[in-house]
């Protein structure tokens, strides 16, 4: 009888084991990326303490024609968002996309692909805590700042599973005072509880001008309060 309930304690958890890691995408359909951000750093000079912006493609796309820098000015800000990745994808790379800039905060956009992946919430949180912890292990004053993951028309089906994600993430960010959960999911919602459809590109997954217009007046106030009195004149790359 032992035995049996000994290996049916092993199947349970391989069977959450599974659950977990099955859908979890290899980190390295990404070196290319990751690259190309070495190669503009060898021509560039990032000034440190700076704010260091990464996730997935709708962080990424925030910095097209500058939009994210003029939204968030004066704030001195690094992009580094990388298409189509997921929190795992964070970790893997995090030496070189955040720990080598020394930043002084982070801003994290992820999750939207991790639950349209099928990955677990509790396997993202996990790897959210695990990126948290691997800064704060170089430098413990760190301070982040979460995004919510964002409704979309394309993923409406995930979105039950997504709500249910930013509800675990605006809890992680109770337990330590260093961690700041910006809610941008709820100001593109309509009345009717469905994404507003004007702010959406042709895709129905990311944002247009105006979707970014709202990311800026959720995360904007957040990050002033909370970043502008350790901000410094900086003259930005060079």
Known sequence: MGNWVTL???AVLLSISITLFAAMPEPERLTTEIEKFAQ????????????LATGSSSMRLWSVN????????????????????????????????????????????????????????????????????????QDPRVRFYILSVKPSISRWSHWPAMRALNV??????????????????????????KPLAEIYSPDGLHMNHLGYQLWRDAVRPVLLKGEGEFERPQAGPR
Not at 75 to 85: E, K, P, V
Request: glycine share 8%.
């Open 66 to 137: 500058q939009l994210m820098e003029g939204h968030l000015a004066p704030l001195t800000l690094i992009n580094r968002g990388f298409g189509g990745s997921v929190l795992n994808d964070l970790d893997f790379y995090l030496d070189s996309l955040v720990i080598k800039y020394r930043p002084r905060a982070v801003m994290i956009y992820e999750g939207d692909n991790d639950i349209a992946f099928g990955i677990a919430a509790a396997a993202v949180l996990k790897s959210m805590v695990r990126v948290i912890q691997r800064v704060h292990d």
């Open 168 to 193: 675990e993430l605006q809890a992680l960010c109770d337990t330590d005072k260093r961690l700041v959960y910006i809610d941008v999911a709820s100001p593109m919602l309509a009345t009717n509880g």
């Open 8 to 10: 049916q304690s092993a």
């Open 40 to 51: 503009g750093d060898a021509q560039n000079h990032w000034p440190e303490g700076a704010i």
